[in-house]
């Protein structure tokens, strides 16, 4: 298809590359535009890097897809930009790896809406390699499997998908020598980077914690995310690292905009490895098991569900911790391995009053219950009651109303921060 200047628009989706052991498809993107550049072709705006199902099944890490655009004048140019990615592709993909099953997609012309509709799908469902294919020859997209070719479900994905709430993230690559030596940042520079630009920054620091450098074998020597490209590209300015950086490359993405979010499903239907917002009383106080883990029970009008504050989430249980019985939220969060809700972040509508019962009080002590029925003795002066009734004690909370977030180190890729919810 061409637009009005006969151009041809190429959509190019790549996704899979990497393992636990290296490589990143950010990084392919950023050879991509390195080798654009020396034979004069640009893409349009920024490539997308687009998260997808947060509990899909093998992805190595965030599961993130990569897609670009690019206008061309002619086959020729389409064919040299094809073989080019192909090459790119096969060059630098982690084979060795297990469950590294690259796949690239070329689409040309508009995005239709069945498009957008299967990128919301990616996002909210888990989806098959077969049906991927399926849909690529439906849009008459042309797919490259290597290996099993599971990178074509992503790949369709980031093509497809549109970003009404976007952020930005600048990704700085490592010279290849330093792959798998300790990652060297000036520490005091991301702080002053992070007080320079925060809120238009985040994820930056985590307490003493610099949340900005991976801890994998990876190409990324750091990623700071933003509102907007200037923002991350002042921030990239601020940060002083120890080792070379071999360059860097900014993605739009949709990262902290709470895309894998389903809205108005009630408890009865939610499903598995899917994420949720809906509103909900707690009907069990929370309870922690070993390892650190804690949990609560909430239910709406159709039915109940167990969720969780997993221990990566760290302080933030300690505010899971203090909910109690009758306590109305609002919940985000995504439905894992357990049929148990991971709690993303939660707003606490309305506080409930927290009380306990206890046996009515004589000479100073509590008296002792004779039985169901029976009422109570005081086993100091002997006095005795007839009635069973408890005496309702008004306990202190230690919650106040409001937003709760888990900590940046255990903050999925797609949720949106509180501090972008509140600008
Ligand atoms: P990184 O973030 O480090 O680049 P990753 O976590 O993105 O790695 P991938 O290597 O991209 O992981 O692997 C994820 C795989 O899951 C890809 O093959 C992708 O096509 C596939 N995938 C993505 N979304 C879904 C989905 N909704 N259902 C099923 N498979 C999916």
Do not use: W
Request: aromatic fraction near 10%.
């Amino acid at each position: 298809m061409t637009n009005n200047n006969n151009k041809i628009t190429l959509h190019v989706g790549i996704d899979d590359t990497d393992s636990r052991e290296g490589m990143c498809t950010t990084y392919i993107i950023c050879i991509l535009l390195r080798k654009f550049k020396k034979l004069n072709y640009k893409i349009e705006g920024y490539p997308h890097l687009i998260r997808l199902n947060p509990f899909a099944r093998y992805k190595t890490r965030g599961n993130g897809a990569l897609s670009f655009t690019i206008k061309l004048n002619n086959r020729e140019e389409v064919n040299e930009i094809e073989q080019i990615v192909l090459e790119t592709v096969e060059e630098n993909a982690d084979f060795n790896g297990e469950n590294t099953n690259p796949g690239v997609v070329f689409y040309e012309g508009e995005i239709t809406d069945d498009m957008i509709q299967y990128s919301q799908d990616a996002i909210y469902n888990i989806l098959t390699i077969d049906y991927a294919q399926k849909f690529a020859n439906k849009i008459n997209a042309r797919i490259h499997k290597f290996k099993k070719g599971r990178g074509i479900i992503g790949s369709i994905a980031a093509i497809s998908c549109p970003l009404p709430d976007k952020t930005f993230e600048l990704l700085a690559y490592r010279l290849p020598k330093n792959y798998k030596t300790e990652r060297r940042l000036n520490e005091e520079s991301v702080r002053l980077m992070n007080k320079e630009t925060y809120p238009d920054t985040f994820d930056n620091v985590d307490g003493k914690y610099t949340a900005i450098e991976p801890h994998t074998p990876c190409p990324v020597l750091y990623g700071i995310r933003g509102n907007n490209p200037d923002i991350v590209q002042k921030a990239h300015d601020i940060v002083e690292s120890y080792e070379e950086i071999e360059d860097y490359t900014i993605f739009k993405t949709n990262q902290h905009t709470d895309m894998h979010i389903q809205e108005n499903i009630d408890i009865r239907n939610m499903k598995q490895y899917c994420c949720y917002k809906f509103d909900a009383e707690i009907i069990e106080n929370p309870r922690t098991i070993e390892g650190g883990h804690i949990f609560i029970t909430v239910s709406d009008k159709t039915g109940s569900i167990e969720c969780a504050a997993y221990e990566p989430t760290k302080e933030f249980r300690n505010k899971v911790k203090q909910l109690r019985i009758g306590d109305k939220l609002t919940i985000y969060g995504g439905i894992g391995d357990k049929n148990t809700l991971n709690i993303e972040k939660f707003k606490l509508n309305k506080l409930a009053s927290d009380y306990k019962l206890t046996n009515p009080v004589c000479c100073g002590k509590h008296m002792k219950s004779k039985g169901k029925g029976q009422g109570y003795k005081c086993y100091i002066c002997g006095k005795k009651i007839t009635s069973d009734k408890k005496n309702k004690i008004i306990l202190e909370r230690f919650i106040t109303e409001g937003f709760y977030e888990v900590p940046t180190s255990a903050r999925r890729h797609l949720s949106k921060p509180i501090s972008r919810m509140l600008n």
